[in-house]
């Protein structure tokens, strides 16, 4: 295995995290107003750019080892958290669509994970 | 600033679905230049410290490359279908596995191409997904 598990995990926890981070500047680009102040004043803007580059510290410990072609697309998988948060925290619609792209996603990075040797 | 008439004239300037797309494109291209810094700059961090991290040029340099990218992703999802941006976001994989392969020297082989592709393939379905038509 040429990149261990370690880093594949760290990366996963990155994209956790960040799923977070989009949770945030969401309900904060919700509560925005015209002054530019509001902007300043929004803790939810600040946390979720706060998850953001927390994201990216686990981010950055992932792929001190191991191989890029198998850990950046990794990161894909935040694209299945935020669409779990989307319908928890939004109550987004989860079309039939949306939910064989996850099913696609999850797919390939299995198969990702087979080419790790 | 109150609401006048006058001031929701500068507001509203949008941009068209081909140069939403532009600025998506774009972003891949800041995004594959971000990942080769970090990534540099991951592996020359054998001790990680206040001082080694602070002058660690690539990773500031890296850092800003990516924010430069997420902002011209924000612009570009401001105006434009998802349904557009996202089969050309995908092209980050594609760029990222041409960067793994030429600079890094990183084995490929059929899974990995195989496992990127369907991931490629379920970012633009996401994307499909959310179409407002």
């Not at chain 1, 894909?76 to 948060?85: C, D, N, P, R």
Request: hydrophobic share 50%; with cysteine.
């Amino acid at each position: 295995m040429k990149t261990p598990l370690s880093s594949i995990l760290l990366v996963l926890l990155a994209s956790f995290i960040g799923s977070f981070g989009a949770v945030f500047l969401k309900a904060g680009a919700g509560r925005l107003h015209r002054e530019w102040q509001s902007v300043l004043l929004n803790w939810r803007l600040g946390a979720g750019v706060g998850l953001y580059l927390g994201s990216f510290v686990f981010y950055y410990l992932g792929v001190r080892q191991g191989e890029l072609s198998v850990l950046y697309p990794m990161v894909s998988l935040g694209y299945i958290w935020t669409l779990l948060w989307s319908r928890l925290f939004f109550g987004e619609p989860v079309s039939g669509r949306k939910v064989a792209g996850l099913a696609l996603i999850i797919g390939g990075i299995l198969i990702l994970n087979l080419g790790n040797r | 600033m109150n609401d006048s008439p006058t001031t929701t004239e500068r507001v509203s300037f949008r941009f068209s679905h081909r140069q939403s797309i532009g600025l998506v494109f774009l972003c891949t291209l800041f995004g594959v230049v971000a990942q080769f810094l970090i990534k540099t700059s991951a592996n020359s961090l054998t001790v990680i410290t206040l001082e080694t991290l602070l002058t660690n040029w690539a990773l500031w340099l890296g850092l800003a490359m990516y924010g430069i990218s997420t902002g011209l992703l924000i612009l570009a999802l401001r105006d434009g279908e998802l349904s557009l941006l996202y089969p050309v976001i995908s092209l980050t994989y594609v760029w990222v596995t041409i960067l793994s392969v030429l600079v890094f020297h990183e084995s490929i082989n059929v899974f990995k191409l195989t496992g990127i592709t369907v991931i490629c393939l379920g970012v633009a379905l996401l994307g499909k997904g959310d179409s407002r038509s």
